[in-house]
């Protein structure tokens, strides 16, 4: 796991929080290297945890070492820095997406917000409050075809009436920096 803590960081004045999960194959660093000046800019901590095995628990329907691996980065972030408890995040691209769907659908009390870059799948799990849902998906992903994920899965939570700000472009299965950083633009201004 790593943690970025933003440069303007005081306690006086708590940062909100993102987790950002990296697709399958990928590692901690992937899900933070590219996003650490939006965090900068946006003044927000963030934190990428690895997956234990080649992909996320509940890719494979099963909740175990990633979410008590996550649960504990969690707990030592809230007993050691002051957190925005009305602005948290989890965010992933690919599986990490679909992963940061069902664990922030699952955990709406918790998470305000959930981004979801190109994500393949919604896992069905329990689902608690209405967080707030941002999603983007690259016209041209020959890895996960839009049609088949992202389009879909929009209709099924706009079906289940959760807020969605849906976002397409013209590109292959990646995050392009100017979709980054409108994520991030609406995770700062939305509460």
Same mark, same amino acid.
């Given at each position: 796991?790593?943690?970025?803590?933003?440069?303007?960081?005081?306690?006086?004045?708590?940062?909100?929080?993102?987790?950002?999960?990296?697709?399958?194959?990928?590692?901690?660093?992937?899900?933070?290297?590219? =996003?650490?000046?939006? @965090?900068?800019? $946006?003044?927000?901590?963030? /934190? &990428?945890?690895?997956?234990?095995?080649?992909?996320?628990? !509940?890719?494979?329907?099963?909740?175990?070492?990633?979410?008590?691996?996550?649960?504990?980065?969690?707990?030592?972030?809230?007993?050691?820095?002051?957190?925005?408890?009305?602005?948290?995040?989890?965010?992933? =691209?690919?599986?990490? @997406?679909?992963? $940061?769907?069902?664990?922030? /659908? &699952?955990?709406?009390?918790?998470?305000?917000?959930?981004? !979801?870059?190109?994500?393949?799948?919604?896992?069905?799990?329990?689902?608690?409050?209405?967080?707030?849902?941002?999603?983007?998906?690259?016209?041209?992903?020959?890895?996960?075809?839009?049609?088949?994920?992202?389009?879909?899965?929009?209709?099924?939570?706009?079906?289940?009436?959760?807020?969605?700000?849906?976002?397409?472009?013209?590109?292959?299965?990646?995050?392009?920096?100017?979709?980054?950083?409108?994520?991030?633009?609406?995770?700062?201004?939305?509460?």
């Amino acid at each position: 796991m790593l943690l970025y803590v933003p440069s303007n960081y005081r306690t006086t004045s708590p940062p909100p929080l993102v987790i950002m999960l990296h697709g399958a194959g990928g590692n901690a660093r992937d899900g933070l290297t590219s =996003f650490i000046p939006v @965090a900068d800019t $946006a003044g927000f901590m963030l /934190l &990428a945890p690895s997956s234990r095995s080649r992909t996320w628990n !509940a890719i494979m329907n099963t909740y175990n070492e990633d979410v008590r691996s996550i649960d504990k980065a969690l707990t030592h972030i809230f007993t050691n820095y002051a957190i925005d408890p009305s602005h948290l995040a989890i965010g992933g =691209f690919s599986d990490g @997406a679909s992963y $940061a769907l069902s664990l922030g /659908l &699952a955990n709406g009390d918790l998470f305000t917000h959930i981004v !979801a870059f190109s994500p393949g799948r919604l896992p069905q799990s329990s689902r608690h409050g209405k967080p707030l849902i941002y999603i983007s998906h690259g016209t041209q992903d020959n890895i996960l075809p839009i049609d088949l994920c992202s389009r879909r899965i929009v209709r099924q939570l706009q079906h289940d009436h959760y807020d969605v700000s849906y976002q397409e472009f013209d590109g292959p299965h990646t995050i392009p920096v100017e979709i980054a950083r409108e994520a991030w633009a609406w995770f700062s201004a939305s509460n």
